[in-house]
């Protein structure tokens, strides 16, 4: 059972709901993204509990319709520009508004975990930190450069972020696909300024 205020219930029933809205193969990316969590969150003294519900959570809304993400953004008078993006920006940044929601989860730091998870921020908590990262290195993640990343995180969580920040730039920049603006900012300050 984790505590009350960060989820009224057990783990068991946290993985339950997160499973209702996946497919298995994403169902199971989240397992690993909550394990990797825990272990960068003891690397570096962040809440355990807090690791392990943002990993379970941080694609919970990623099989939502368009139309789901569309009137969520309208509900909670969003920014509008969120509008011209897509599921890709909107699972976490508007998926967030569907785990507090439908899960219940108010606790501000594993809300911008989720929110950031994508695109990264200028100003990062530990913990949403944490997530970034475990998302991005979780064991079966397999891209060039995977392992320079696992190597890279374990051995300094904030230059991880840089490195993750700056290849998924590259990675967008050679496929022709557009930058969504807070990942242009995050890059600014995680990856053009360091410090
Ligand atoms: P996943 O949900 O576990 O697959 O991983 P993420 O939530 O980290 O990323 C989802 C997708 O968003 C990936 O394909 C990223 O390359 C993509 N992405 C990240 N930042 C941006 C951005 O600024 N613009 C666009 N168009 N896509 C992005
Ligand atoms: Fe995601
Ligand atoms: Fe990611
Ligand atoms: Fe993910």
């Known amino acids: 059972r984790y505590q009350q205020h960060l989820y009224n219930g057990t783990r068991d029933e ?16 989240c397992l690993r993204v909550e394990q990797t969590a825990i272990q960068l969150a003891e690397e570096n003294g962040v809440d355990l509990e807090k690791a392990s519900i943002a990993g379970l959570v941080h694609d919970y809304a990623k ?8 009137g969520m953004i309208k509900k909670h008078q969003m920014d509008p520009d969120l509008l011209n993006w897509g599921n890709a920006v909107w699972h976490g940044i508007v998926g967030a508004e569907f785990i507090h929601d439908e899960l219940g989860i108010d ?22 930190q944490v997530v970034y990262m475990a998302d991005y290195i979780e064991p079966e993640r397999n891209f060039d450069g995977v392992d320079e990343a696992r190597q890279i995180t374990h051995k ?5 972020v ?29 990856v053009a300024q360091k410090q």
């Open 162 to 190: 840089a490195f993750q920040t700056k290849h998924t730039m590259l990675y967008l920049a050679e496929k022709n696909a557009p930058i969504y603006p807070a990942t242009l900012l995050t890059f600014n300050r995680w």
């Open 63 to 70: 099989e939502r319709s368009d139309e789901a993400f569309i």
């Open 156 to 160: 300094d969580l904030r230059a991880g």
């Open 14 to 29: 946290l993985v339950e709901a997160v499973h209702q809205q996946l497919r298995d193969k994403r169902f199971n990316h």
């Open 107 to 128: 606790d501000e730091d594993i809300l911008n975990a989720v929110r950031y998870h994508t695109t990264g921020a200028v100003e990062m908590s530990p913990l949403a």
